[in-house]
């Protein structure tokens, strides 16, 4: 089955202390993104890639890293979580730029304190 | 700049009646527009796009979405709404100066609410 995955789904976790979100897809994809989804703004991107070992920065890049050693994986990494990196988080990958639609893993929802 | 727009909130719809969910854009250039769907505690799923051509597409679902360019609207449409309809809905365009990024800028969402 075509899937986008990530882990962990919640995470609740404190100021400062490094955490990561994995994504996998499946599905041999070039392109790779990372939404924030906050209410009242919609889905916001954070960085994306086109490929392996190639990642840029999105509208909301701030406190956040990423890197893409494989295909298939694309992690978010924050190194000193904040309050306000409290949201819900969506990676999402396509296989060409703009035609086809992107496919979405089922999101993982950080709350910081 | 470019941006979408979803008007409504939340819309409100009795089960079996034909329902609308709004969307507006501004974008230069040729837009590649999207729907998607979120039900709860779900990612989201892609409903259906216009890249070009016929200007009513139709995607899963049974729902269709009518491109307007003169009113740079998107609107989504289902003749007839289920309970199983109740969702979170977002428009969405691509960027079409987003070069590499493949960066799609959405709606800000409209809850779908269909009353049995």
């Known amino acids: 089955e075509a899937q986008v995955t990530q882990n962990p789904r919640y995470l609740i976790t404190v100021t400062g202390k490094k955490l990561t979100v994995t994504c996998s897809q499946n599905?041999?994809?070039?392109?790779m993104s990372w939404y924030r989804q906050d209410p009242g703004l919609g889905l916001r991107q954070i960085y994306y890639s086109m490929n392996v070992e190639v990642t840029d920065k999105g509208d909301v890049p701030e406190g956040y890293k990423v890197s893409r050693k494989e295909k298939r994986n694309f992690p978010l990494i924050l190194e000193s979580p904040s309050p306000n990196q409290t949201s819900l988080y969506f990676c999402?990958?396509?296989?060409?730029?703009?035609?086809?639609?992107?496919?979405f893993g089922p999101g993982t929802r950080l709350t910081v304190t | 700049a470019q941006s979408v727009a979803q008007p409504e909130d939340q819309v409100n719809v009795a089960e079996g009646n034909p329902l609308t969910v709004k969307c507006t854009y501004s974008?230069?250039?040729?837009?590649?527009l999207f729907w998607y769907v979120q039900y709860p505690n779900r990612g989201l799923q892609f409903l259906l796009k216009?890249?070009?051509?016929?200007?009513l597409v139709k995607g899963s679902y049974g729902f269709e979405a009518e491109f307007n360019k003169s009113q740079t609207s998107f609107h989504l449409k289902k003749p007839s709404a289920l309970v199983s309809d109740s969702a979170l809905y977002f428009c969405?365009?691509?960027?079409?100066?987003?070069?590499?990024?493949?960066?799609?800028?959405f709606g800000t969402g409209t809850l779908l609410a269909v009353q049995p």
């Open positions: 974008v230069s250039g040729n837009p590649y």
């Open positions: 969405a365009v691509r960027d079409p100066y987003g070069g590499a990024t493949n960066k799609l800028i």
């Open positions: 216009y890249i070009t051509g016929d200007n």
């Open positions: 599905m041999n994809h070039e392109y």
């Open positions: 999402a990958s396509s296989s060409s730029r703009g035609l086809n639609e992107q496919y």
